[in-house]
Nanobody, 114 residues
């Protein structure tokens, strides 16, 4: 079973940028991967996904501002977040999509305020 550890969150002003990282415990070259976010009291939502062939898709709310990427040589997935808005404030998680889905990690807090 693969496990994920998220990092890179923090406090940023509106309009700023952050790059989130997701470290996997084993190879993810065969895994469809996603970034998710959750605001306390609300459902977790998927914001970005990257296929094993590097195809990507995004939630409408982040399209044009966020970019997901993967580095299979390092077992890493990234989320570059630009033009951040207060409504992007959430805990961000990564996880597999589909049969490889595993338990959720601790996530990384992103707070957009200023």
């Amino acid at each position: 079973q693969v496990h994920f550890v998220e990092s890179g969150g923090g406090l940023v002003q509106p309009g700023g940028s952050l790059r989130l990282s997701c470290a996997a415990s084993r190879s993810i070259s065969d895994i469809y991967m996603g970034w998710y976010r959750q605001v306390r009291g609300k459902e977790r939502e998927r914001v970005a996904a990257v296929t094993v062939f590097d195809g990507t898709n995004y939630a409408d709310s982040v399209k044009g501002r966020f970019t997901i990427s993967r580095d299979n040589t390092k077992n890493m997935v990234y989320l570059q977040m630009n033009s951040l808005k207060p409504e992007d404030t959430a805990v961000y998680y990564c996880n597999a999509i589909g049969p490889s889905r595993t338990g959720w990690g601790r996530g990384t807090q992103v707070t957009v305020s200023g």
